[in-house]
Structures are given as structure tokens and as C-alpha cells.
């Protein structure tokens, strides 16, 4: 345990500085070492040239690994009760997303588990999992409410991800999904339960909370809809995210831009005249290929995404229902493998990417002032996290200075 967060990393064989000052998209240092002081990064360079008042730290050898910054897994609703696995059997008999939404299913089927949970079991239940995502090299997670959809169940939500945040070594970023769906009970008043997701329940839950979010797509909120909601948020001071294009083209890329969003997410059907907007506007994209895997649908071409200049961040979207996936590197692959990004852009996506689409810049980069929150892999080169996709290759975790080993412990 390193309780002042301050060490010395040396013999690394390939480290990943995101720094443009560097050289290339990843900025490379080869045979580098790097100087953590009280959490933050202080000195990054050539192993040969590392200061001598640094020599004295603890010192953790790299062994010739990879070392990389940590993930940054920008589009979760990994706080949930519950699970789904009968309606996974369903997808793969035929039926459709909306067609189980329709049914009762879907997102409806995960409110109703958590409504009933107990606060604790909620906690219990998010735990291993965040604990997991944290030990695969996660070091900020942005985790969205959205499966209470009332008052009492969003406060508690949101609660639950302020209280994992003070329990966990990772970072937890939370953002407010009241425009999840329209529950059950709204479906004869939409406007109304508009106004409640404006008024009381974003009062409740404003203070615990970083930004807004809606699902803007046929299933959920019209674009005028999602318009009203995010500049409610806004007004609260709340960066705005918007789940845009998802199942159709409704014009909710577009809203992104002309709302200015910190990012919009899925994509899935954005048009290149959406793209060019989003790119114009800086909103970062953020593309799910967990999405497509778990519901056989076509891929997200992530390739046309990026090659519009859109700034890409990928995120395993973890839900119990259309990607119950925890770990970021499976994400690398499949962004690879299915959306045609390189493994270094793949990687760039999945750290600094991530880290913009939160308005972060001390995070997702190894420079000096960024935190030292950092993956150790265990592969001669960073294109090993895509080409190998069912290895555990995360050896070490860092977060502020710190090896995270002990979160082993908590599950």
C-alpha cells in the first residue's frame, strides 16, 4: 500500500503518453519511467534520464510492460438491480428491442427491480461490478441514474453512485437519466412526467450529480423533448450528454451540437452532415460496440466517425440489458475488429477520448500535473489489448499514485 500516493515507475518497456507533444497519436516513449508525486504525475521520460531526487520513491518495476493511462469508461448504467438474461434468450429468438420494451421488458423490467431493491442491495449488487471494471484497468467510470424514473428511486440512484464513489479507488462520474424512458405509470401523461423530470426530480438529485442526459430516440424522447430537458439541466449548471441516433435518425445528433453537449453517445444512424456539426461544435462522440455485439446488430462504423473529426471516446455502456459488459479492454477489440479503428486509435478512444467527453485534461494523458492514474500490461506492445481480446493482460492498476490491488478485497 502507497498511502502518500507517490512513486517511481521504471523499466517500461512501451508507455502510452497520449501527449501530442510526443509525437503520434499515442505519444510513445520507449524504455520510459515516470515520477508520480501525491497522485500526480511529476516527471515523465527516458529510464536513463530519470532524476536522481525521484530514485528514492518507491519504485515499481514495469518489467518491460506496456504502460498506458488508466480507462476511461465515459458511458455506463453500471448501478442497477437485477438482471435480464431472459430477455437476452428473447433477442436471440427474434424479438426486437422495442418489441420487449413494448412488452414490459427492457429498460421498464430493470425499474421495477431496482424500485424494489433496498439501498444496500443496490450497493452490494453495483459493487462487484465497478470493483471488477476497476481491477480490468478502469479508473474513472461516468455511471448514469435512470432506472428509478421517480423521485424517491433517482434520489436513491444517485445516492448509491456518490456512495460507491467514496468507497471505491476509482473515480465515479455521475450523470442524471430521468429521460431514461417514460414509465408505466406517465404513459397517459408524457408532459407530465416531463416537468417532473425538470422540476422535483432534477431538484432532488442536481447536487449529486455532473450532468443531464436523455435518451433521444423513437423509444424514449423526441428531439423538442430532449431540448426541454437538457436546458433544464443546463440551467442547473449540469454539463448536458445525449443518447443520439441510437435505433433511428431523429435529429438528436444535431441537437448535441446546437446544445453544444460534452458528447453524444451510439451514433448509430448520425448522418455526415450530423458529424460534421458535432465535429465543429467539439462535442465528443462516444461509440458503444458492446451495443451491437450483444443485440447482433450491424456495427457502429467507427471508422466514419472518426475520419469526420469528430473527437471519439468508446465506452462499454455496462447495463443489464443490451451490454452487461465491465471491462474496457474487450471494448478496444470489438472497436477494431467490427468499427475499423487501429488499435492505437482504439486505445486513444478508450483513455483520452473518454477523459474529454467528461471535460477532463487531467485525466486519459501521462504529462506532468495529469493524475497518476495508470494500466500496467502485460504485453510487449499496446496493440496486444485489440489482437488479443480474451486475455486478461491488466497486470497493475494505478490510481493517484496508488496500486489498487486492495479493491480485491472489497468484493
Known amino acids: 500500500m502507497n498511502p502518500d500516493g507517490s512513486m517511481v515507475l521504471t523499466n517500461i518497456g512501451e508507455l502510452v503518453t497520449n501527449d501530442p507533444q510526443r509525437g503520434g497519436l499515442l505519444g510513445l516513449v520507449h524504455g520510459g519511467a515516470l515520477a508520480i508525486m501525491d497522485g500526480v504525475v511529476e516527471w515523465v521520460g527516458s529510464g536513463d534520464d530519470l532524476p536522481s531526487e525521484y530514485r528514492d520513491l518507491r519504485a515499481v518495476d514495469c518489467e518491460g510492460r506496456v504502460v498506458a ?9 453500471a448501478v442497477f438491480a437485477g438482471e435480464r438474461s431472459a430477455e437476452f434468450a428473447r433477442r436471440l429468438a427474434g424479438w426486437s428491442y422495442e418489441s420487449i420494451l413494448a412488452d414490459g421488458g427492457g429498460i421498464h423490467a430493470t425499474v421495477g427491480a431496482t424500485r424494489t431493491a433496498s439501498f444496500v442491495d443496490l450497493i452490494g449488487q453495483s459493487l462487484s461490478r465497478l470493483s471488477h471494471m476497476a481491477r480490468s484497468g478502469t479508473t474513472t467510470v461516468e455511471v448514469k441514474t435512470g432506472y428509478g424514473l421517480d423521485v424517491e428511486t433517482e434520489a436513491g440512484m444517485a445516492a448509491a453512485i456518490r456512495a460507491l464513489d467514496m ?29 417532473l423530470v425538470t422540476g422535483a426530480m432534477l431538484d432532488a438529485v ?20 430532449a431540448r426541454s430537458i437538457v436546458s433544464a439541466g443546463a440551467a442547473r449548471g449540469l454539463g448536458v450528454r445525449i443518447h443520439a441516433d441510437q435505433t433511428a435518425r431523429i435529429g438528436a445528433t444535431a441537437l448535441a451540437a446546437e446544445v453544444g453537449a460534452a458528447s453524444a453517445d ?40 472518426w475520419d469526420s473529426g469528430v473527437t471519439v471516446a468508446i465506452a462499454t455502456d455496462c447495463n443489464p440489458g443490451t451490454s452487461w ?72 492498476v494505478v490510481k493517484r499514485g496508488r496500486l489498487i490491488e486492495e479493491v480485491k478485497a472489497v468484493t
Not at 442536481?206 to 423533448?225: H, N, R, T, W, Y
Not at 471491462?327 to 486505445?347: H, K, N, Q, R
Open 69 to 77: 493511462p488508466g480507462f476511461v469508461d465515459a458511458h455506463t448504467h
Open 167 to 195: 468507497a471505491l479507488p476509482i473515480d465515479l462520474v455521475a450523470s442524471y437519466l430521468g429521460a431514461h424512458v417514460v414509465p408505466a405509470e406517465y404513459l397517459h401523461d408524457r408532459s407530465a412526467y416531463i416537468e
Open 206 to 225: 442536481a447536487g449529486d450529480v455532473a450532468f443531464i442526459d436523455v435518451f433521444c430516440d423513437p423509444v424514449a424522447f423526441d428531439v423538442d423533448e
Open 266 to 305: 451510439h451514433l448509430d444512424h448520425a448522418s455526415d452532415a450530423d458529424l460534421e456539426m458535432l465535429a465543429e461544435a467539439g462535442t465528443t462522440g462516444v461509440i458503444l460496440p458492446g451495443v451491437a455485439y450483444s443485440m447482433r446488430l450491424q456495427p457502429t462504423d467507427a471508422r466514419r466517425i
Open 325 to 396: 459488459i465491465e471491462t474496457m479492454p474487450f471494448v478496444i477489440s470489438l472497436a477494431v475488429v467490427d468499427g475499423g479503428l487501429t488499435p492505437d486509435e482504439a486505445v486513444w478512444a478508450a483513455t483520452r477520448g473518454g477523459a474529454l467527453s467528461l471535460g477532463r485534461t487531467d485525466i486519459g494523458i501521462v504529462t506532468p500535473g495529469a493524475l497518476g492514474d495508470l494500466v500496467l500490461v502485460d504485453a510487449p506492445g499496446v496493440a496486444h489489448l485489440a489482437y488479443r481480446p480474451d486475455s486478461d493482460l491488466v497486470a497493475r
